[in-house]
């Protein structure tokens, strides 16, 4: 792994009710030109790793939801039963696993 910097700081923007955190966070990973950048707006009143620990997982889930969406778009999914439609759906989330999913080269 490469390294990773944070730093927190107050903010308040002219939209805001009141003051909020703002981490900031640069990444680096070997083997990539530029570093990673950014920033998380929080209320948390934590720790700076818990909100970044907190952040990175919930990312992760928003991706998952994001990809299920885009799932129903890249399918077909106009049968007029529901059933034959979640068939359809399982049929075409296996198939990206798998064709994701490679053995080693």
């Not at 530029?34 to 970044?52: H, K, M």
């Not at 999914?77 to 989330?93: E, G, H, I, K, N």
């Amino acid at each position: 792994m490469g390294w990773r910097f944070q730093a927190n700081f107050t903010c308040w923007a002219a939209s805001w009710s009141h003051a909020l955190g703002v981490v900031a966070m640069i990444e680096w990973h070997p083997g990539e030109h530029y570093p990673r950048i950014g920033f998380v707006v929080t209320d948390f009143r934590l720790d700076t790793n818990y909100v970044v620990a907190f952040y990175d997982q919930r990312h992760t889930v928003q991706q998952w939801i994001e990809e299920d969406r885009n799932s129903v778009k890249w399918t077909r999914l106009s049968c007029r039963a529901m059933q034959t439609d979640a068939v359809r759906l399982r049929f075409y989330v296996l198939n990206c696993n798998l064709a994701t999913k490679r053995g080693p080269s």
